[in-house]
């Protein structure tokens, strides 16, 4: 282990801009406790949490307690919550006054001597203000660094917005993207699949896998982020990101070292190679739907129009036949579905082999099929075809096997026993505080990913305006399934 630290001669500051919303109580407090219980935080690293609310240090601490105890539960040590509470502090600032640069700077002290990574997590109207503060301040200066997430815009010209915005104070190598997917350990467990490995690589192609299936779904409807969600939709609020992210992972081509311009370079441009969808062809290969009324978790969900109170064409719910166009992937479509109010939460990854070009054993012999599952469970297993055991009068029986490639739900480091399994963002924290951007998003990624989807949201306005109703509770609206029925394939569920 070694504790974080990019400037050994400075002392590190982690500043939770936001450190009272949900984000940070529900994620973020407990993945720096656990980074510290682990032994991975500096022994000087302060927290400082930035919000309006000016609360008393006590209650502070008592907030940040209860938030790590109720999402870390039987898995905190003793003396972690002490050790950790001990670097915590707290300031009230309005990122509308003028003087919260200055503010911020008269409590973090001579800031020649530190090394701060800022974590905006608040909304990104805010991002604009507080980096002007931060440059305004001299906060921005390298070897500070900034985090920020999504919504990173509404399309590509509000991404430039924020993008520019930030960029104003922070140059791109400084300047860390969050998509916390790329944090989760089966996520990473993918590069060292295709990339650690000589089995994989010479099968990953057109050649060999049939097609590829990602889904993301989820059981909840939109909730209190109904505001927020009905000017974004599905495509804007999971494809443009997390479903694109797992596409490049899948689709690009090995990068020629593991630093993280070679690995962003390969992802973008799998980005770059994505078949524009238009206007004449939007309909055949996507599908939108909106959940209307139906049962969902057990409850009756009154469907999303209703729970807005009026007319919406926001989609819950986005298939997407997806194309990577160039020489690996040619033939192979890549299928993308997420949406809500749906009667499982998951996200899945399948890749479908071909089938064998010649069959012995007839239709018994089934195509291998490689499952990674994000959610619920993170796990990796590859389908093969054996010989069922013992004896049969009608000759011999086949019968497919799941072989557990997941050894990480296993084992930990030491491959004695079961580990923990980690808040996607403890990793990418950490990363952040050593200064090591390659799980981060690059501009030209988040670009070249708006390009795409503006397309699709042009092509939807002219030629798909209204998404399908489907019922809360079922598996989606009638067009997704008839999206892979067209091409004879059906939905891995
Ligand atoms: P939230 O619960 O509304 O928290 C916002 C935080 O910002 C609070 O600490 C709030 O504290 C502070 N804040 C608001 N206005 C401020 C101002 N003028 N000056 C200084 N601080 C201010 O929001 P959230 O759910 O944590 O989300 C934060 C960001 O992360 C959003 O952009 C969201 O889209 C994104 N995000 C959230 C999640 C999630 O699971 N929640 C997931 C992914 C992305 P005060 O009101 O005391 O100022």
């Known amino acids: 282990m070694s504790p974080s630290k990019l400037s050994p001669a400075r002392q590190p500051v982690f500043v939770l801009v936001g450190g ?7 994620m973020l407090w407990p993945s720096l406790a656990m980074l510290d219980q682990d032994g ?17 240090k006590t209650e502070f601490l008592g907030r940040v307690q209860g938030a790590i105890e109720k999402r870390i539960n039987k898995d905190l040590e003793d003396g972690t919550l002490d050790r950790f509470l001990k670097r915590v502090s ?19 002290g001579d800031i020649d001597t530190l090394d701060i990574v800022y974590f905006l997590s608040v909304s990104p109207t805010l991002f604009k203000p507080i980096c002007e503060h931060l440059e305004t301040a001299g906060l921005s200066r390298a070897p500070n660094r900034v985090i920020i ?19 104003h104070a922070f140059e791109e190598t400084r300047t860390f993207r969050i998509d916390h997917y790329l ?25 060999s896998i049939d097609h590829v299936q990602v889904t993301v779904s989820e059981t909840v409807g939109t909730g209190d982020r109904l505001g927020y969600y009905d000017d974004y939709g599905a495509l804007r609020d999971m494809v443009q990101n997390h479903l694109l992210q797992l596409v490049c992972l899948l689709a690009m081509e090995p990068p020629s070292n593991f630093n993280s311009d070679a690995l962003r370079d390969e992802k973008v441009k799998v980005l770059r ?30 469907g999303y129009e209703a729970e807005k109170g009026s007319p919406s064409n926001t989609e819950t719910y986005v298939a997407i036949k997806a194309e990577v166009a160039n020489w690996r992937w040619s033939g192979t479509p890549f299928y993308l579905r997420t949406g809500k109010a749906l009667p499982s939460r998951t996200t899945e990854i399948v890749i479908q082999f071909r089938a064998v070009p010649h069959s012995i054993f007839g239709a018994a012999a089934q195509p291998n099929r490689l499952v990674i599952r994000l959610q619920p469970d993170e796990d990796i297993k590859l389908t093969v075809m054996n010989k069922a055991p013992g004896l049969s009068a009608d000759g011999m029986q086949l ?16 491959g004695d026993k079961p580990s923990r399994r980690r808040i996607a963002y403890e990793r990418l924290i950490l990363d ?11 501009r030209d990624e988040v670009e070249a990913a708006w390009t795409w989807i503006d397309g699709i949201s042009a092509a939807w306005a002219e030629a798909y305006p209204k998404p399908q109703l489907y019922p809360a509770g079922s598996n989606g609206p009638i067009s997704a399934h008839m999206l892979l029925e067209r091409d004879k394939r059906v939905w891995n569920d």
């Open 399 to 414: 019968q497919p096997l799941d072989l557990s490639l997941s050894l990480t739900n296993a084992f930990d480091s030491n």
């Open 273 to 302: 190679s994505l078949k524009p969808i238009t206007a004449d062809v939007v309909k055949e290969v996507t599908a939108r739907g909106q959940y209307g009324a139906g049962f969902a978790e057990g409850h009756q969900v009154a």
């Open 90 to 108: 707290h300031v009230a600032l309005d990122a509308s006054d003028p003087e919260w640069g200055n503010k911020l700077k008269a409590e973090l």
């Open 149 to 167: 997430e999504k919504p990173l815009g509404r399309d590509l010209a509000s991404s430039k917005v924020i993008n520019d915005s930030v960029a």
């Open 432 to 442: 952040a505080l050593n200064g090591n951007n390659a799980a981060f998003v690059r």
């Open 20 to 26: 009272t919303g949900d984000l940070a109580l529900r």
């Open 183 to 207: 944090g989760k350990e089966t996520v990473q467990n993918l590069l060292a699949l295709r990339f650690a490995n000589t089995v994989f690589e010479p099968l990953w192609n057109a050649q």
């Open 40 to 56: 991975f935080l500096s022994d000087d690293l302060r927290v400082v949490s930035v919000a309006r609310e000016a609360v008393a």
